[in-house]
């Protein structure tokens, strides 16, 4: 930061001075601060500044893409002092200030004053930054310290180096208590490992953000369950710093939705219940079957009046309740625990911490051999009579507020069922008692009109053809009609079409004694269309001699409760923008069939399609269009799935299938080729026509498998393995595969390790003019020398960095060491033009909307002219994207760096492109300079793009080059540039000082050869 500073506001106040400018100026800061900033300019020339002051203030920037200027300073002892002045905009809280950079201007002999005034730019520059830079830290500090989200920040070891408030107050530690540990302490010992899988993932690039969700265990010892999102945060060159995870407790939502199944569940046991205790089991077996509980068990109060307590039914860990104490229940020292204190007091009971907790020290030692964590006991009143349900959970803490009220919620819901049981029980007695005598005709009448007219149970009559004899209101508003329209009509004309059939056939069953009762489900068609699901319950109505008097229909409307079930149930094991099966269901119908492979033998697949180069279509056409791209290939692909077979969507551009019922590993790649060939046609949305391609990795299932996860797992690698040979193409597993991805991730961290160890470097093959044997420039080619493995080839990490954002880092490296070796080439006679330096460009780095301002910008930084620069791309990279490659090889061209277009001949070779982009250079790839196998119809490949480069006045530059015959029909042919181990080997940077040394330029005589001293197994 500079020691000369004034601050100004837009008025020209001044709002700051630093020291240096106190002593410069002779005033005090008090002098100063306050005053116009034309108190600092001589007199004579103080309206001038006013108005090139105003002028600057319509259009401020920096001085030296703006204005700068030398000034006289007015001190306070009268003597004015000449000064050089950076002026520098900021703008803090939508406020504009002005930096002005102040020193003293004195010129040295033979030198400008340019180089001061840089500098003070840049002085003046950094202290703006400073500025904005504490502005930009508080804003931080307001966004994360005061975050109600709860965050932290982990380094690349994944220990936290920062929390939040948020974060601490939900495990319920202390800063001090998390920070330089990893998650672990504090994770359920469950879900160890998910952390750290997750961060495997994201720290080797192989996604760039990933969800997930675990359990954490608070400091209290509650379990919570949190959703988190983890990302890295990378500087300005994309390495990564540290990372970013933002966590969301999802506990109460997670008990809501077990609490809404369990009550979908009471009320289905509720439908079909005829006999309270049998319900009362149910219930209990369903509390632990699907609420998670150990341990559900009713207790009602002993037939003692003791106050103890008696268990009426139980489910889960039954033992805890029987194992040695079976005598000891009705007991008074039964009732001396929760349950006993619920019964008494009507209120429920929660023992947070079974271990802690004073009330439950008797039975403290044999929670804890059950693993029970907490309780809660909850009553209810059963007609006369008070019945507990207790709950034992696995976890301290889990009755908290909300899933408490669930339960008694579900507890009411349960009394209420028992009376619809009793109702039911009621009505049947009833009806038996209204047929029995007509002496008791009257109270028969009574009792039938409250336990069938004023019934909230929906209820029907039919005689012996089925036909209404008798329905009560709650019928008549469930199904829309009048009794005079339902009266002497069966239900046909008021049945959804497809149902048709059910309540008749139940009805044959019953007319013919087969059955007593029968429950089924059907739907009604309203009077008004709507469609209503009902769950029904028939029975016969008999006299004495056990003869049919007519038939008895109760009924319960579950439209909405089903319509729920079902739209919750397909949420959660469905992709909403696909509608295909997620990862959740996919890895359940995977385990099943891995288990059915392994119990009864035979063989699946799993296939994992990667659609090639997606990120594209959403980076050209927008998210939009890419959806619909997404929704139209799962509709293509369902078209070749088999019912047995289950297809999923994995992530953004990736999907996996399951085949079933397999014979051999041919009938898995037939399922690979039906699903690339329905991607054959292109797509069509919204007028853009697209064509998608995918790859796939294959891998057959059978016993040997540990489990259907490691099938995905092997699915990826063939898939790796198989965009590598070639995109639009499927490969099947097999166990080399394995072996050979654990060496690639382990040679990328090496890689990456490398890269900052200084263990990569630049060497550098001379291009030579093939008519004077002038070295005209050099081809840069990246070198690893691996300090245990020794020189790594570079179509080993290359390939490699590639699959990665490393490739990026790489090729700056590359352009920058390029640059700044050739900043100090010259040749020795000064009439020679400097060698130019040719840097290869991989896809990443070429289609980077950046890659111009990073080219101009190193250029300028290693002080090296645009024309001593060539780009090499290959055939494949410029036509990923031909439009964008047209545009960023027209502003190479105006800034007057070239273009080479390397391994001509290798790829699509269109000549319509050629001419469109109009490269400086074309590179003859070597398979056509050096044949494996010498022909005529080599020579003439090799002589037709030579002469295509002279039609089209393009430098032709021939790769490899070997002997001194292809040499001399490189000459022939008129070929003008060319490279190769004829001339000489890639050098290290010293080595082509020592050969630009040699000469001015035509360095070899008689002798073409000149090799560097370098022990390498390729050059």
Known sequence: MPDEVVIVDSDGEIRYVSQSIEEMSGYTCE????????????LARRAVHVRSRTEYQRQPGFRKMGRDSTYDLHRKNQVDLSVVVALSPIVVDDVQWIVAAVHEQRPLVGMGSQPQRSTLESAATKFASAVLLANSEERFRLAF?????????????????????????????????????????????????????????????????????KRYRHKDGRVIFVEVSKSPARDSSGETLYYVISERDVTDRIRRDRLLKLFSEVNRLASNATNERLFLQQLCDALVDMGGYKLAWIGIPSSQNDGGVRVLCSAGETDYLFDGIVSWWETRESGHGPTGVAVRTGTSQVVGDLARDSIFQLWRERASRYGFGSSAAIPSLLDSQVAVLNLYDPYVHAFDEVTLRGLEDLVNDARFAIAHVRALIETRAALERATAANAALTSSEQRFRLAFEENMAPMVFTDFMDRAIAVNDAFCAMVGFTRDELLGHDSKHFTFPDDVGITEETHVRLAMDAIDQVRYVKRYLRKDGRVVVSEVSRSVARDESGEILYFVSSERDVTAEKSLTEQLSHQALHDTLTGLANRSLFEDRLSQAHSRITRQGGIGAVLLVDLDDFKGVNDSFGHLIGDQLLVGIARRFELVTRSSDTICRLGSDQFLYLAEGLTSAEQAEEVARR??????????????????????????????????????????????????????????????????????FSLIQELRKALHAGELAMHYQPIVNLLTNEVLGFEALMRWHHAKKGWIAPDVFIPLAEQSELIVDLGAFALDEALRAASSWTWTSPESKAPYVTVNFSAHQFHDPGLVKAIEAALERNRVAPERLIVEITESVALLDASE?????????????????DDFGTGYSSLA?????????????????????????????????????????????????????????????GCRLGQGYLFSRAMAPQEVGQMLARSSGNWWGEDLHFQPHLDLPYQ
Request: hydrophobic fraction near 45%.
């Open 145 to 213: 310290e005061d975050n109600m989200a709860p965050m932290i920040f982990t380094d690349l070891d994944d220990r936290v180096i920062a929390a939040n408030d948020a974060f601490c107050r939900m495990i319920g530690s202390t800063k001090d208590e998390v920070l330089g540990f990893d998650s672990k302490p504090f994770t359920f010992p469950e879900d160890v490992g998910i952390t750290e899988a997750a961060h495997r993932r994201v720290s080797t690039g192989e996604i760039d953000q990933v969800r997930y969700v």
């Open 913 to 973: 492109y050629l001419a469109l982009w109009r490269p400086g250079v074309i590179k003859i790839d070597r398979s056509f300079v050096s044949p494996a196998h010498e022909s005529d119809h080599a020579r003439v490949v090799l002589e037709t793009i030579i002469s295509l480069g002279l039609k089209l006045n393009t430098t032709v530059l021939a790769e490899g080059i070997e002997t001194m015959a292809q040499l001399r029909l490189l000459r022939q042919l």
């Open 31 to 42: 002098e100063l601060v306050g005053k116009n900033i034309e108190f600092l300019v001589p």
């Open 885 to 901: 490659t047209t545009n960023t090889m027209a502003l190479l061209r105006d800034m007057g760096v070239g273009i080479a277009l």
């Open 675 to 744: 699903l690339l060939d329905v991607l054959t046609e292109p797509f069509m949305f919204s007028g853009v026509v697209l064509e998608q391609h995918a790859s796939i990795g294959v891998v057959v299932m059978d016993s040997s498998n540990s489990s259907g996860i490691e099938c995905i797992q092997e699915a990826d690698v063939a898939l790796y393995e198989a965009k590598k040979i070639r995109k639009g193409n499927f490969l099947l597993f097999s166990p080399k595969m394995h072996e050979a991805a654990l060496t690639r």
